[in-house]
């Protein structure tokens, strides 16, 4: 099995064997937060990478639809109306 090469972190990044990252769990969390991303391995690989939450939220981006919205604003066809097109429903007759 081949892994992919890991993304580059800053030069702070801490590599951490996984005993001693659960050994000094507390410790590896004030690197992410104060240091950057923090490497965990297994075996010698690459396994997960700890960071910190305001990073993690940078990376992963709003959950609000902001983006969305801005794009939709900044697209050249924003003029363009779209209404859905809906369609008859047959309707069956019924006897009371």
Known sequence: ???S????????TGRWQLQDAK??????VRSAR????????VHGHDEVVIIAA???????????GAALV????????????LAPKRARMPVRDVDL
Do not use: C, N, W
Request: without cysteine; aromatic residues 6%; charged residues 30%.
């Open 54 to 64: 305001d990073h993690y939220r940078r990376l992963s981006g709003s959950r609000s």
């Open 1 to 3: 099995m081949t892994r």
């Open 23 to 28: 050994a000094r769990f507390s410790e590896v």
């Open 70 to 81: 801005e794009a939709m604003q900044a697209s050249p066809h924003r003029k363009l109306e």
């Open 5 to 12: 090469t890991p993304p580059q972190f800053p030069d702070r």
């Open 34 to 41: 104060d240091e950057g991303p923090q490497i965990v391995t």
